[in-house]
Antibody
Framework: QVQLVESGGGVVQPGRSLRLSCAAS????????MHWVRQAPGKGLEWVAV????????NYADSVKGRFTISRDNSKNTLYLQMNSLRADDTAVYYC???????????????WGQGTLVTVSS | IQMTQSPSSLSASVGDRVTITCQAS??????LNWYQQKPGKAPNLLIY???DLETGVPSRFSGSGSGTEFTFTISSLQPEDIATYYC?????????FGPGTKVDI
């Protein structure tokens, strides 16, 4: 069955960096686009970034553009989110999610990980 | 594209019909999805393309609408439906969610 497992969250000081990972299994990872979606404590869902199946195209929310980088290693079935210059308002649970429509499109998120909590605080 | 939902929360009885509305700030055709999120859990896709039921989702859930106005309905509320429901548009990037509707018994 499809499984997505995030890791790498934790407490980090403002201005520092953190890299999240999402290990995928149970499907042909290299054939699907992948997303990061976050949720601040007690708040709603915010889309963060998407990456095409082959890494050829990426897009970001304005709130993270220039600070976050989404990447993937299809040989390791793993998605990454490099987060630099972290701010307090980046505090959230970060979910990776599979794009349902395939490798080079965006539509909806049909499978989600359990999330990893990132807390930005001094 | 900004998404709004109403109400922000509601309380209903088991067996009640529950309706949530979602409005887009511009025309999005039927590029609209609905998710259910239970406390402490990841969201779960229920409806895609405004009205298509995701595989395995109970038929008491339904969606309708196009353009800028959309409706999500639970035909007979069950205790396990206690959750927050979000709409999400995919007409253009950035993908955006509504603020959510919390449903209680």
């Amino acid at each position: 069955q499809v499984q997505l497992v995030e890791s790498g969250g934790g407490v980090v000081q403002p201005g520092r960096s953190l890299r999240l990972s999402c290990a995928a299994s149970g499907f042909a990872f290299s054939a699907y686009g992948m997303h990061w979606v976050r949720q601040a404590p007690g708040k709603g869902l915010e889309w963060v970034a998407v990456l095409w199946y082959d890494g050829s195209n990426e897009n970001y929310a304005d709130s993270v553009k220039g600070r976050f980088t989404i990447s993937r290693d299809n040989s390791k079935n793993t998605l990454y989110l490099q987060m630099n210059s972290l701010r307090a308002d980046d505090t959230a649970v970060y979910y990776c999610a599979r794009e349902s429509c395939g490798g080079d499109c965006y539509q909806d998120f049909d499978y989600w990980g359990q999330g990893t909590l990132v807390t930005v605080s001094s | 594209i900004q998404m709004t939902q109403s109400p922000s929360s509601l309380s209903a009885s088991v067996g009640d019909r529950v309706t949530i509305t979602c409005q887009a700030s511009q025309h999005i055709s039927n590029f609209l999805n609905w998710y259910q999120q239970k406390p402490g859990k990841a969201p779960n896709l229920l409806i895609y393309d405004a009205s298509d039921l995701e595989t395995g989702v109970p038929s008491r859930f339904s969606g309708s609408g196009s353009g800028t106005e959309f409706t999500f309905t639970i035909s007979s509320l069950q205790p396990e439906d206690i959750a927050t429901y979000y709409c999400q548009q995919y007409e253009s990037l950035p993908l955006t969610f509504g603020p959510g509707t919390k449903v209680d018994i």
